[in-house]
């Protein structure tokens, strides 16, 4: 209990100072206060450098009991994992969250590369929990789409996060996590807007942006109706250079990297308990 209340001070302090979400672009742009417990998978990501000089904030969602998928530009600063933690079960940051998980060891993938000028290729990592989730309701983890999954312009998808609500403009408190129902964009179009897109990325939201990820948000999901349940389709990784909401956003293709998720979350054979 004390832990969980001196990092929920922590977090209150470090927003009021600008701290989190300085170094690395993750909110929501278009969005609304998200319903509680509608994305029980949801976390957010508070990282922190072994020197204490950089701190920031990514998305992320649950996809086991002990371990959480996210961006791996989100760990270009090489986090420390003993200063950084995942907010788990929270709706409104300054309220407080069902856990706050430490961390083991950061998973990047093996081929993932940053390109410069805010571009990446396979950015998809994974974050070991050193103790295991309790699922609940407001707690679980997220489906996660088959090989095979096609998903389109149609289908209903959406996004969630804590991030900036517009360039420059941090989520007010208390910060309530956002969502936003957004659209899936034909490969062709979203090339012709992102000419280093790979058959791994997707884009999402209009031709001239409105409803997109900014500071804070990246790493974080975007979800899409399969029958009654949302699976996740993408990882949030970039968008316009010149600021949030401009054009769509890219993300990783989730169900392009099925072999290096399930290697980890089916084959780790490290135990742990529940916080």
């Not at 832990?3 to 001070?9: G, M, N, P, V």
């Not at 990784?237 to 979350?265: D, M």
Request: net charge positive.
């Amino acid at each position: 209990m004390a832990f969980c209340k001196l990092l929920l001070t922590a977090l209150v302090l470090l927003h009021n100072s600008g701290m989190l979400g300085g170094e690395i672009k993750s909110s929501i742009i278009g969005g609304a206060d998200a319903p509680k417990g509608k994305w029980p998978w949801m976390v957010s990501l508070n990282m922190t450098t072994s020197d204490k000089l950089k701190k920031w904030r990514c998305g992320g969602t649950i996809v086991s009991k002990d371990w959480i998928l996210t961006a791996a530009h989100c760990l270009d600063n090489n986090p420390s994992h003993h200063r950084s933690f995942v907010v788990v079960g929270a709706r409104d940051l300054h309220k407080g969250a069902e856990r706050y998980m430490q961390v083991t060891h950061f998973v990047p993938h093996p081929d993932y590369k940053a390109l410069g000028n805010g571009v990446y290729i396979n950015d998809i990592a994974l974050i070991k929990l050193k103790k295991t989730i309790d699922f609940s309701k407001d707690v679980n983890k997220v489906s996660l789409p088959s090989d095979n999954d096609a998903f389109g312009p149609s289908s209903e998808c959406w996004i969630t996060g804590w991030g900036y609500v517009k360039s420059n403009v941090p989520l007010p408190d208390p910060e309530t996590l956002q969502e936003a129902k957004i659209s899936i964009m034909d490969q062709t179009a979203c090339k012709n807007v992102y000419s280093q897109l790979t058959s791994e990325m997707l884009c999402a939201g209009g031709s001239n942006g409105g409803k997109d990820a900014c500071n804070g948000d990246y790493g974080g999901p975007l979800v899409c109706r399969k029958g009654t349940e949302f699976v996740q389709v993408g990882v949030m990784s970039y968008g316009s250079r010149n600021g949030c909401g401009l054009r769509p956003g890219v993300y990783t293709q989730v169900s392009k990297y099925l072999t290096f998720i399930n290697y980890y979350i089916h084959h780790t054979e490290e135990t742990s308990a529940e916080v």
